[in-house]
């Protein structure tokens, strides 16, 4: 069964150092890729995907993430954080077939001090 | 333009007892889907529409849960005979399509089985 894993369960960082969090995919189907956010009091909320062509996505915020076949990985990428990143961030690909539902990752929560 | 609403946004209930959690997912959007939040993990999808019918409901851990959308807007979710394990943050989701399209999520209701 098509997975996703992410190693970094809670991240704290001061504001403007680079953050780079990890999400491995297991092997198999098409690879379709998301990361989502949700910020404190929010719902979840759309920060990038990747279906195909150039392996780096820019998404909103200044965040990217490098699709790496290689290595089966999708880490998202921002190269200088700020308060307001202070979140959790999930992992997801489609679960399988073409029905879109999402598989998530456990999540990363990410605490960015002032 | 209004976004995927949930009510109610807060349900707190007694072991045993039947609840119905309503989705209003975004105006036009064909695809409903309707994931699990227990704390610390990411969303589990429980189900899947398209239009009126229930595409896919794979993810429905047993036969308490059960959900419609009979004019494929609005979506209930409905449980029988909680149980305290049911405790978490119900998801809702819309997209205009499937695989390929962004799903927007609602702010989620959290059930709280006593």
């Known amino acids: 069964a098509q997975s996703v894993s992410q190693h970094n369960h809670h991240v704290i960082l001061s504001e403007a150092a680079s953050l780079e969090l990890g999400c491995n995919y297991s092997y198999g189907g098409t690879v379709n890729l998301f990361w989502y956010v949700q910020y404190p009091g929010q719902h979840l909320q759309l920060l990038l995907k990747y279906f195909s062509g150039d392996p780096l996505v820019k998404g909103i915020k200044g965040f990217e993430a490098e699709f790496i076949k290689s290595k089966f990985s999708f880490n998202l990428r921002k190269p200088s954080v700020q308060w307001s990143d202070t979140a959790e961030y999930f992992c997801a690909r489609p679960r399988g077939g073409n029905t879109g539902k999402l598989i998530f990752g456990q999540g990363t929560t990410l605490q960015v001090k002032p | 333009g209004a976004g995927v609403s949930q009510t109610p946004s807060n349900k707190v209930t007694e072991k045993g007892k039947y609840v119905e959690l309503r989705c209003d997912p975004i105006s036009g959007h064909t695809a409903l889907y309707w994931y699990r939040q227990s704390l610390g993990q990411g969303p589990e999808f429980l189900i899947y529409?398209?239009?009126?019918?229930?595409?896919?409901d794979s993810g429905l851990p047993n036969d308490r849960f059960f959900a419609v959308r009979p004019e494929g807007s609005v979506s209930t979710l409905k449980i029988q005979r909680t149980e305290r394990g049911d405790s978490a943050v119900y998801l809702c989701a819309s997209s205009k399509g499937t695989t390929y399209n962004e799903q927007f999520f609602g702010p989620g209701t959290r059930l709280t089985v006593l």
């Open positions: 529409f398209q239009g009126t019918g229930a595409a896919d």
